[in-house]
């Protein structure tokens, strides 16, 4: 936590901000409004990509990138003194669930609770081998995503995405579909939230929208319903 009276993020955005309105910054920096009340209320981490682009926009001479690498390296130093040795992958999963906790309360590990709710018979251990793969993958994105932010997983998870996508078309049975239609929402999904990120708002709205067909291919309305709600958001945020 930083020290009391010690400048934030938050606090430098507000202040260059001043009389600017959300929407107004938000479509100079090319990002969602929500993004930037977010960031201001510490309720999100600004990315190396996000701190840039309002830095420039707000002609802030580097102050917010300085103040975003500040924060990223305190989170960072507070985590690893007080995780117990091997515990990388306890570090990460506290992270994600600071920085990306609605995210992986709906579509994170969707593909994993499928796996494990569907009979051990309906996907033959080397498909099950290979969906446990998968999962696996699509975890260490969400890692790097925090790690490094949205521009460097980017297009491994674009390419991740493909390779599900091509998996779930060639599926033979209704029960593979189904498991691999929950990856696919869940990979989806984060690719959306990777392409709002990096300000390609029209996109990450298609991904989703593309993201929650698949979660209700998988009878996962609880994910499809959220993922549709990201989509209007930013359908919103853009005054549609």
């Known amino acids: 936590m930083p020290e009391a009276g010690e ?5 430098e955005l507000r202040r260059l901000r001043g009389s600017l309105t959300l929407r107004e910054l938000a479509r100079r920096a090319s990002c969602g409004k929500s993004t930037i009340h977010d960031l201001e209320r510490e309720r999100r981490f600004p990315t190396p990509l996000i701190a840039r682009g309002l830095d420039n926009v707000l002609g802030a001479g580097g102050r917010l990138v300085s103040l975003a690498d500040a924060q990223r390296q305190r989170l960072s130093g507070e985590a690893a003194a007080t995780a117990p040795d091997g515990a990388a992958d ?3 999963q506290e992270w994600d669930d600071v920085w990306r906790r609605d995210f992986l309360k709906t579509t ?6 499928m796996v494990a709710n569907l009979g051990a018979g309906s996907t033959a251990a080397d498909g099950r081998e290979l969906m446990d793969a998968h999962i696996a993958l699509r975890a260490a994105h969400g890692r790097l995503d925090n790690l490094r932010g949205a521009s460097a997983v980017y297009a491994q ?3 991740h995405h493909q390779q599900i996508l091509a998996w779930h078309a060639s599926a033979k049975s209704p029960a593979e579909r189904q498991q691999i239609a929950a990856l696919a ?13 990096l300000g390609m708002s029209e996109n990450a709205a298609a991904h989703y929208r593309d993201a929650a067909a698949h979660a209700r291919q998988a009878s996962d309305l609880s994910s499809c319903t959220y993922l549709i ?12």
């Open 157 to 159: 998870a674009v390419d």
């Open 185 to 197: 929402a869940d990979t989806g999904g984060f690719v959306g939230f990777l392409t709002y990120d």
């Open 108 to 113: 994170g590990a969707v593909g994993a609770a």
């Open 7 to 11: 400048e934030t993020f938050a606090a």
């Open 90 to 92: 306890t570090l990460f």
């Open 229 to 240: 709600g990201q989509m209007s958001r930013i359908l919103a945020d853009q005054g549609h």
